[in-house]
């Protein structure tokens, strides 16, 4: 699962209470949208079973209001500019396009509209726990006009290989 961030590297400890108060006080204006958030987060923390409905639910309501954001991207521009490193990466690491692709998380494609593009047909397999970014998913496909090359978008249960029944990745 990609989990590239749009946050620079940095060694500070986002998680320390101090780094937090010090950041409040800089920024007084992201309290409140903070503690929102954190306020939603516990109340669907407590209201569903496990780790991965918990992360269905979060991302129902992300990308109720931002697909972009919903994966992590703060602006459109972000969300391009991640694809494009992510794309470019695995390309001058050996990706061409008779390769074979599983993207564990594919998001609404923030990546994966290039590698379908770039892949061979039917090359790109994305699977993602949630119905609703999946659905973004194929907004950004038509977006870029790329339905002809028959990529497997699959919306799974959690990671066991049972709900990928045409994935050719399968042991
Ligand atoms: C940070 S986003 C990244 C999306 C995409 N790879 C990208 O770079 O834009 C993480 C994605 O992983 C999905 N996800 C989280 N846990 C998962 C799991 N166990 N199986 C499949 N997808 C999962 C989330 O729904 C979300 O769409």
């Given at each position: 699962?990609?989990?590239?961030?749009?946050?620079p590297?940095?060694?500070?400890?986002?998680?320390?209470l101090?780094?937090?108060?010090?950041?409040a006080?800089?920024?007084p204006d992201?309290?409140?949208?903070y503690?929102?958030?954190a306020?939603?987060?516990?109340?669907?923390?407590?209201?569903?079973?496990d780790?991965?409905a918990y992360?269905r639910?979060v991302?129902?309501?992300d990308?109720?209001q931002?697909?972009?954001?919903?994966?992590g991207?703060?602006?459109r521009?972000?969300?391009?500019?991640?694809?494009r490193?992510?794309?470019?990466?695995l390309?001058?690491h050996?990706l061409t396009?008779?390769?074979?692709?599983l993207e564990i998380?594919?998001?609404n494609?923030?990546?994966?509209?290039?590698?379908i593009?770039y892949?061979d047909t039917g090359h790109y397999h994305?699977?993602?726990?949630?119905?609703?970014i999946?659905?973004a998913?194929?907004?950004?496909?038509?977006?870029?006009g790329?339905q002809h090359k028959?990529?497997h978008l699959?919306l799974?249960?959690?990671?066991?290989?049972?709900?990928?029944?045409s994935?050719?990745?399968?042991?």
């Open positions: 699962m990609t989990q590239a961030t749009d946050a590297r940095s060694r500070t400890n986002r998680a320390r101090a780094h937090k108060i010090r950041y006080v800089r920024h992201r309290v409140r949208p503690l929102r958030r306020a939603r987060d516990w109340k669907l923390w407590l209201t569903t079973r780790h991965v992360y639910a991302m129902k309501a990308t109720a931002n697909p972009a954001a919903a994966v991207s703060a602006s521009e972000r969300w391009l500019a991640l694809g490193m992510q794309f470019d990466y390309v001058r050996g396009p008779e390769s074979r692709m998380g594919c998001g494609l923030r990546a994966g509209w290039r590698f593009d892949l994305g699977i993602d726990i949630s119905p609703e999946l659905l998913a194929g907004d950004t496909l038509a977006e870029h790329l028959l990529p699959s799974v249960r959690d990671l066991r290989v049972r709900d990928v029944s994935c050719p990745f399968r042991g």
